[in-house]
């Protein structure tokens, strides 16, 4: 039979299909092909767990370093991330996240700056109410853009002097400077910034706080809120209806923005919590604190 050539093409058509087939299956090109792929390893608990659709335990994958009831002293937040780390450690065995004793609407910078070069991988702001106060923690937690950023908004603020914490992740200074970044907004960031939510006025303005680029997520305080909403006791009443309406208020709004680091302290049924979508808590998987 007289070759017409079309077989020639078909031979070379799917050679360039197996090749193309093969570089897919090198580089993990596509949707499909990164299915079974391993999820990555993190520095930050929190984000690896997140990252896999998984919830994030305190005591289990996050240890919470409380500065705003208990006294601000940064020698005991240093032994306490030396013992959050073994000698030769990959990472430390629970994710630092230091709530800080300032309130959203103070001047936070310092506090936070201070806060990050311990080696911290997460601040948690107590009770912040609007999109501008927001937007200080976000400035408050980035180092300023360089030339060819490739993520310069918003722009940080923060001053250089990483010595401890670059040790402290095991990282070189260049390396830390490039990790110890916000995530979502960088992906390959390690650190989280998180807002407390309990007030009126913050389920108010719910929406504009979650689309603030760079808020990691957000934890409700539902005993402060109970009183800001004036159902409290006078004590704190977080099983109040209108507290646990606020709830469902900020998880929905959560879903919408894509806020996966949505929080709650209390959790009288942590499956109807996860139905809801909260995936950070400040508390163990069995309830406990």
Known sequence: MRDTG??????????WAVAVAGLVLVLGAGPAAQEGAKPRTRLNQIIEQLEQGKPAYMTEHWHFVEMEHSPYQIDVLVKTLADLRPEGAARPRLTPIVRIPLEGDEVIKSIIKQVLDQGAMGIIVPNVKTRAEVEKIVESMRYPPQRGAKIPKPVGIRGWGPTRAA??????ANEYARRADLWPLNPDGELLAIAMIES??????IDAILSVPGLGGVLIGPADL????????????????????????VAKACAAHKILACGTFESPNPPARLAQGFKFFPRSSTGGR
């Open 6 to 15: 079309h077989g020639r093409v078909r031979d070379v058509v799917a050679g």
């Open 167 to 172: 040790a402290y992740w095991r990282l070189d």
């Open 200 to 205: 009126r006025e913050a389920i108010q303005n």
């Open 226 to 249: 109970s009183l800001s909403l004036g159902v409290g006791k006078p004590g704190a009443n977080v099983n109040a209806p209108e507290v646990e309406a606020a709830t469902a208020t």
